[in-house]
T-cell receptor
Framework: DAEITQSPRHKITETGRQVTLACHQT?????MFWYRQDLGHGLRLIHY???????NKGEVSDGYSVSRSNTEDLPLTLESAASSQTSVYFC?????????????FGPGTRLTVT | AQSVTQLGSHVSVSEGALVLLRCNYS??????LFWYVQYPNQGLQLLLK??????LVKGINGFEAEFKKSETSFHLTKPSAHMSDAAEYFC??????????FGTGTRLTIIP
């Protein structure tokens, strides 16, 4: 069965370190998204991609970057981790068929920055 | 710009009672509307969606929602709550570029 996976599921890192969170989907979806989930804010969009070599900034992109070298993967990099980036991170993907718009979510990565 | 407001961050209902979770949206284009459910320590799962056509939408687990354009609402209902419905529920609106904007969520507690 097709799925979307994230790794690691839990990560503790120190302030200032570079961290990369992996996202891999086997749906063959064109679109991929990264969100962060914080109490009182719901899910907020960090970055998104509509296809290979395409990346776009979302609502809360400062301090994060992504790259899309193939259809399946969209890794999220925290260039220099800050305590404010302690959060739960979700990756999602969707197909580019007008009228569908459903996003499929991964299980999440809980990141703690100390 | 689009936005979603979910009224009530916490809702408690008795088992067997009606579940009503409120969602109002703002969108400059015809909206696509979604309800997602999140169980503890899991990702989000689609409950139901409205894109076009019939304004009363039925989803999984007995949930349904009605799109009311005049009220800019998309409230989620279930006639009879079950203990397994305890979770966090998110309303979301999509623009025509496939991006989702989420509400802040409503945590549903079921009282035995």
């Amino acid at each position: 069965d097709a799925e979307i996976t994230q790794s690691p599921r839990h990560k503790i890192t120190e302030t200032g370190r570079q961290v990369t969170l992996a996202c891999h989907q086997t749906w063959n979806h064109n679109n991929m998204f990264w969100y962060r989930q914080d109490l009182g804010h719901g899910l907020r969009l960090i970055h998104y991609s509509y296809g290979v070599h395409d990346t776009n900034k979302g609502e809360v992109s400062d301090g994060y970057s992504v790259s899309r070298s193939n259809t399946e993967d969209l890794p999220l990099t925290l260039e220099s981790a800050a305590s404010s980036q302690t959060s739960v991170y979700f990756c999602a993907s969707s197909e580019s068929i007008r009228g569908t718009y459903e996003q499929y979510f991964g299980p999440g990565t809980r990141l703690t920055v100390t | 710009a689009q936005s979603v407001t979910q009224l009530g961050s916490h809702v408690s209902v008795s088992e067997g009672a009606l579940v009503l979770l409120r969602c109002n949206y703002s969108s400059s284009v015809p909206p696509y509307l979604f309800w997602y459910v999140q169980y503890p320590n899991q990702g989000l799962q689609l409950l139901l969606k409205y894109t076009t056509g019939a304004t009363l939408v039925k989803g999984i687990n007995g949930f349904e929602a009605e799109f009311k354009k005049s009220e800019t609402s998309f409230h989620l209902t279930k006639p009879s709550a079950h203990m397994s419905d305890a979770a966090e529920y998110f309303c979301a609106v999509s623009d025509q570029n496939e991006k989702l904007t989420f509400g802040t969520g409503t945590r549903l507690t079921i009282i035995p």
